[in-house]
């Protein structure tokens, strides 16, 4: 009783106690790792999964048309709106994902070419709407909402287009020529799996030493208390793609100390998805 | 066929003598083209041998007007004429080269391509003249927008910033805190600040994202807990963008938020930060931007008390400056990391010291008026 009477009138003081000891309040320690647990082509749609990690489960759902070759934007997301989730930080994780789509981390436009049953290329794309819905949020949803979006593209299965339209002809395709044949299905060809972890700076004010200690993957309760938050996303050949970072922060090094970490669990992360395959 | 080698040979040195003797012709038709127009559209007194103050300026203004346009007249023809000379559906030389990246392994990512060629000289210059870790010239105005309670002008380089602050003040329920002021954020491009002309000047995703950005990064550096219940507005509008928007927008609403007098944990300065052949190069142009370099941008801020050059110098050496927004587009490997951060410091310590200038000189300025 007096612990939660602690957690709600002084949650940074209820916070720093454990953290203090190496902790958080639910035992993990400070850089353990969360399990990720998820299941591909529940949700519907051509491609589709559930993730649920580090307390955040997100379903993610592929749709996919076809359109003309053209420059626009092969690509929208949405996240559906929830009472977790305010409209803000909706519309913000919503652009970051985007961004990771348009500088191709995830697949590349010319993968998104509609193919025939001889696996020749058309002069048609495929567009895809991604939606993302929060099922619960305790924590980051970047991390869980990149690999769900990785998982439901893994899953992605779309069909071969019969075109009804010469290569000859300079007349414009009409939709009555374009037909879609589910007997022979192609997969898209990924780029290799991002990895997003998410990190807290906590500043404990009353000890000694105002040092900054490095979380990882923070619940809601933790991130509220925080200095700063940081979100990282690495590809392949430990590259990172992504780097965001809120709040005050002194050291540089600890930039340099979640890249690593969020590089090393990536490639446990792929070793384990070969092992499995 | 020593007769054929003599031939090369003749044309060989012929060529050598030409070159030259064109590269100067193409020099006096550019010189005397540009003394002409500026000439005729500047001078004005004919009483005089010297030029008067408002025709120097006249004429140094036309010669910035015209060189830029030269400037831009290379951009678009260094992007355009491949297309032009290679064949539709043929790759130029290019995207060639872009579309083998991938295969490369990542420490040959950054090297030895024609795009790191074009970025960085052979003799270590940019495209602008500049090293890779000089920045380009800052020039600010505060206190332009009378009705504004801070506002600041900023050039940075080609980069033209206009930012405005508003408030505090009460605002919108909706948008109120109990126990800090909500900071609101927009940032806008104008149709022509860049090479293709935009449609909307905000509200698009870019736009909405660098909102989003620089609220977040000022919330870290005002004093949000002394005015509870209120709002601060914060507008930036790019008038001409030739790179590093985002840290121009930081460094120029840093300045007006100082001109407006509203409590801040210190100066917060921003700068871009890019790699090149494992080398880090700072304050990156469009055309630097665009040229696939990873990018980072970084800002920090130190505190108020150490203003002055020398002391803020000692600052960075007690590690007392701190990062308030970091910034990664593109790819990066993790081995140039600490790299890439350690000149986007430097950076932004340098950044500070025009930054700190300005503000105090304008403190200088306002102290009269304050009766100080």
Redesign the interface.
Known sequence: MSSEVLRGIDPRGYVSTFIREGVYPDGRGLLDEQKLVFKQGECGGVGSSVVSTQGVTVSCTIEASVSLVSDATLVDIQIESSQQLAE?DA??YN?LL??LFT?EHFIRRENLRCLDTSEKTLPLEWQLHVTLKVLSLEGSLLDAAVCAIGAALADTKLPSIALDHADTDESAIEKTQIQADYRTVHKLSLEEPLMCCSFGIFVDSGAKKNDEILLLTPTLEVIAVCR?T?SVV??K??????????????Q?SL??KM??IT?ERRRKFVESLRSVV | MNSIQNIQQVLNLQIRLFIPRFQLREFLTVYNTLSERCFNACARDYTTSTLTKDEGSCVSQCIDKQMLVNRRFMLVFAEQAPKALFKQGEQSPTEAIKSAKPEQTPASQTTETPTTMSIISEHGFRIDGRRPAQIRNINTRLGLNRNAEGSCYLEHGNTKVLCAVYGPYEGKASKRLEDRCAIVCQYSTTTFSGLERKNRPRGDRKSTEISRLLEKAFESVILTESFPRSQIDIFCEVIQGDGSNLAACVNATSLALADAGIPMKGIASAATCGIVDAKPIVDLTSREETDLLPRVTVSGFSSIILLLHSKFQLATICGRDEVILVELQNRLHIDHLSVVMDAAKATCADVYECLAVVAQQHLKACAPILGH
């Open positions: 803000k519309e913000d652009n985007l961004s500088n700063s940081c690495v590809g050949n430990d590259l990172m793609v992504l780097i965001r970072e809120r709040g005050r922060l002194s540089f930039i340099k890249c690593m590089a």
